[in-house]
């Protein structure tokens, strides 16, 4: 029998995988989607701290990266992101802060002129193109939040599909230390029901968001949104346990479709029209690189070069205090309270960009992580004994703010092939090159004592930075490679083809039928977390794309 020629091929069902496999099929186009994770059930989400987070059973158990600091440093092995390898994607463990870049966020470049060090660069499309996509987000997934109360954000012309979420003892603390400072606190936008919405209830408040699957989908994921209207199409052909390893080139220098291992490291292949690769900003550059042939030596789409380059990770401060009464840190969302007052660039700081500030709950909802941070705390070094047990006798009381601050893309901060590590099929992994720039210290150095004013406004008792040796080392040879939660670049969206990678439709330049919709098209990382940006963008990509189509445009 002739092999099924799909209309598309989406690899990876995350966030913009998951977008495209939704309105693309709505649109009735064929679509296998591969993902290289197996797919997991509601009934496997525990809010098991050792195993789901520290032994990582359930998400990424295999993955396997390498990490340096530039070339020819020293080399570490081992699982530096938070990355979700399964049906849904990393979104199915986010912790569903749901934010829109400020408008400034999309032309970095021509709002705060060159860096000496950094790769800046303006967006080919700005916040008014992207305005209506985020509202299309913002009411698919269900967001909550009180539109118009953050004085800072951009023009929106609707409100938030549900109400805010109640606040906490927690948030009503840092809510008091951030208006006695004269900034305004607004509820924190969450992509977490509030209310029953779109046929999911609302959330129970048991507390195991960052890095949990939510068992009842009252969090809104592909998992829970898309997928399932993708299903009911009958139009998509969905394969978990794929791992696609090439995407071969045709003579005529189209991709043709997709190569893949299953679980017992059989190979495949599927066929396709056209190819979206939605592997996140470490996954697809990954993916591209091993995709070399005669055309492309260097890797598929890659000549000029730019694929796996100019990565950025987000940066945080975060500071803790205790108060008198139970924080109830432990139950709720990972925010349920924001200031944007100190986001806006001011070169005059000694730096440019900047971020939102939060009422965080993730360092301090979780025993073994809040163990982890005691060595920042008043009078307590690395230690057992009493005093360790001092300050875990400290947990039901402790409150946390944060940071999400905007880093500045490096050309050499990138992502390439390990050839000398290989995964469980044999696959060289993917290895980061991390280092931040001078800028993004600088912005740390300031909004550390920033975040401390706020808690001391907020009566905090025995405020503290937590110190993480393996991600906030400061010292000269191993500064912090950023959060492992927040990773954006690495393809590069553009209109030179010679310093990106994709246009501004997400397409590749070199490429006539192979896209990129994911974080990896960020040309900024913006100071925000970047999930509902990269929903909305898929959503533009996939109206274009259905447009097209329909007028038989596609090459």
Same mark, same amino acid.
């Given at each position: 029998m002739a092999k099924e020629i799909f209309d598309v091929c989406v690899i990876g069902t995350g966030a913009g995988g998951g977008v495209m496999m939704k309105e693309l099929t709505a649109a009735g186009l064929s679509v296998v989607a591969l993902e290289r994770g197996p797919q997991l059930s509601t009934a496997q989400f525990s809010d098991d701290e050792l195993s789901v987070m520290w032994r990582d059973e359930l998400f990424s158990p295999d993955q396997v990266e390498t990490w340096r600091i530039a070339d020819g440093a020293p080399t570490e092995t081992g699982r530096f992101n938070a990355i979700a390898h399964c049906v849904g994607g990393t979104m199915t463990h986010w912790a569903a802060w749901s934010w829109r870049f400020r408008p400034d966020e999309f032309k970095v470049l021509s709002h705060d002129g060159p860096v000496a060090g950094a790769s800046l660069a303006d967006w080919p499309i700005d916040y008014d193109e992207l305005e209506p996509y985020y509202e299309k987000a913002e009411w698919e997934f269900g967001v909550s939040g009180e539109a118009n109360a953050n004085p800072f954000e951009g023009a929106r012309k609707k409100g938030y599909p549900n109400p805010a979420h109640p606040p906490k003892v927690s948030s009503e603390s840092v809510k008091k230390g951030a208006e006695a400072l004269g900034y305004t606190a607004f509820p924190t936008p969450m992509g977490i029901n509030s209310r029953a919405y779109d046929g999911r209830p609302p959330c129970m408040y048991g507390g195991?968001?960052?890095?949990?699957?939510?068992?009842?989908?009252?969090?809104?994921?592909?998992?829970?949104?898309?997928?399932?209207?993708?299903?009911?199409?009958?139009?998509?052909?969905?394969?978990?346990?794929?791992? !696609?390893?090439?995407?071969?080139?045709?003579?005529?220098?189209?991709?043709?479709?997709?190569?893949?291992?299953?679980?017992?490291? %059989?190979?495949?292949?599927?066929?396709? *029209?056209?190819?979206?690769?939605?592997?996140?900003?470490?996954?697809?550059?990954?993916?591209?690189?091993?995709?070399?042939?005669?055309?492309?030596?260097?890797? &598929?789409? %890659?000549?000029?070069?730019?694929?796996?380059? #100019?990565?950025?990770? @987000?940066?945080?401060?975060?500071?803790?205090?205790? *108060?008198?009464?139970?924080?109830?840190?432990?139950?709720?969302?990972?925010?349920? *309270?924001?200031?944007?007052?100190?986001?806006?660039?001011?070169?005059?700081?000694?730096?440019?960009?900047?971020?939102?500030?939060?009422?965080?709950?993730?360092? =301090?909802?979780?025993?073994?992580? #809040?163990? &982890?941070?005691?060595?920042?705390?008043?009078?307590? +070094?690395?230690?057992?004994?009493?005093?360790?047990?001092?300050?875990?006798?400290?947990?039901? $009381?402790?409150? /946390?703010?944060?940071?999400?601050?905007?880093?500045?893309?490096? +050309?050499?901060?990138?992502? +390439? &092939?390990?050839?000398?590590?290989?995964?469980?099929? /044999?696959?060289? !992994?993917? $290895?980061?090159? @991390?280092?931040?720039?001078? =800028?993004?210290?600088?912005?740390?150095?300031?909004?550390?004592?920033?975040?401390?004013?706020?808690?001391?406004?907020? /009566?905090?008792?025995?405020?503290?930075?937590?110190?993480?040796?393996?991600?906030?080392?400061?010292?000269?040879e191993t500064p912090m490679k950023g959060s492992g939660a927040h990773f954006h670049g690495t393809c590069r969206m553009g209109d030179d083809p010679e310093a990106s990678v994709v246009d501004r439709w997400c397409k590749s330049h070199e490429v006539p039928n192979l896209w990129v919709v994911d974080g990896s098209v960020f040309p900024t990382s913006g100071g925000y977390n970047p999930t509902l940006t990269i929903l909305a963008n898929a959503y533009r990509v996939a109206d274009h794309f259905v447009a097209e189509a329909k007028k038989q445009n596609l090459s």
């Amino acid at each position: 029998m002739a092999k099924e020629i799909f209309d598309v091929c989406v690899i990876g069902t995350g966030a913009g995988g998951g977008v495209m496999m939704k309105e693309l099929t709505a649109a009735g186009l064929s679509v296998v989607a591969l993902e290289r994770g197996p797919q997991l059930s509601t009934a496997q989400f525990s809010d098991d701290e050792l195993s789901v987070m520290w032994r990582d059973e359930l998400f990424s158990p295999d993955q396997v990266e390498t990490w340096r600091i530039a070339d020819g440093a020293p080399t570490e092995t081992g699982r530096f992101n938070a990355i979700a390898h399964c049906v849904g994607g990393t979104m199915t463990h986010w912790a569903a802060w749901s934010w829109r870049f400020r408008p400034d966020e999309f032309k970095v470049l021509s709002h705060d002129g060159p860096v000496a060090g950094a790769s800046l660069a303006d967006w080919p499309i700005d916040y008014d193109e992207l305005e209506p996509y985020y509202e299309k987000a913002e009411w698919e997934f269900g967001v909550s939040g009180e539109a118009n109360a953050n004085p800072f954000e951009g023009a929106r012309k609707k409100g938030y599909p549900n109400p805010a979420h109640p606040p906490k003892v927690s948030s009503e603390s840092v809510k008091k230390g951030a208006e006695a400072l004269g900034y305004t606190a607004f509820p924190t936008p969450m992509g977490i029901n509030s209310r029953a919405y779109d046929g999911r209830p609302p959330c129970m408040y048991g507390g195991a968001c960052q890095q949990f699957g939510c068992p009842i989908h009252a969090k809104a994921t592909p998992f829970s949104v898309l997928i399932p209207k993708a299903l009911a199409t009958g139009k998509l052909d969905l394969r978990p346990d794929a791992m !696609v390893f090439d995407i071969p080139v045709g003579e005529d220098g189209r991709v043709r479709g997709a190569r893949y291992l299953d679980s017992d490291g %059989n190979a495949h292949e599927v066929r396709a *029209l056209q190819v979206v690769v939605a592997g996140g900003a470490i996954g697809s550059p990954h993916l591209l690189r091993l995709a070399t042939s005669s055309r492309f030596p260097h890797g &598929l789409a %890659n000549g000029s070069g730019q694929v796996g380059k #100019h990565l950025t990770f @987000h940066i945080h401060n975060l500071v803790q205090y205790l *108060l008198d009464e139970p924080s109830m840190s432990w139950t709720g969302l990972e925010s349920h *309270l924001a200031i944007d007052d100190l986001h806006a660039s001011d070169p005059e700081r000694g730096f440019i960009r900047g971020g939102v500030v939060a009422e965080v709950n993730f360092g =301090n909802k979780l025993p073994i992580m #809040h163990s &982890l941070l005691g060595t920042g705390f008043p009078g307590l +070094e690395r230690q057992w004994g009493s005093g360790f047990k001092d300050y875990l006798r400290n947990f039901p $009381r402790v409150v /946390g703010i944060a940071s999400i601050l905007e880093d500045l893309p490096v +050309e050499s901060n990138r992502i +390439e &092939l390990d050839t000398d590590v290989k995964d469980r099929h /044999g696959l060289a !992994v993917p $290895r980061i090159t @991390h280092r931040q720039h001078a =800028n993004d210290l600088a912005m740390l150095a300031w909004y550390g004592p920033k975040l401390r004013e706020i808690a001391e406004a907020a /009566g905090g008792k025995e405020i503290w930075e937590p110190l993480v040796p393996n991600l906030t080392g400061l010292d000269e040879e191993t500064p912090m490679k950023g959060s492992g939660a927040h990773f954006h670049g690495t393809c590069r969206m553009g209109d030179d083809p010679e310093a990106s990678v994709v246009d501004r439709w997400c397409k590749s330049h070199e490429v006539p039928n192979l896209w990129v919709v994911d974080g990896s098209v960020f040309p900024t990382s913006g100071g925000y977390n970047p999930t509902l940006t990269i929903l909305a963008n898929a959503y533009r990509v996939a109206d274009h794309f259905v447009a097209e189509a329909k007028k038989q445009n596609l090459s």
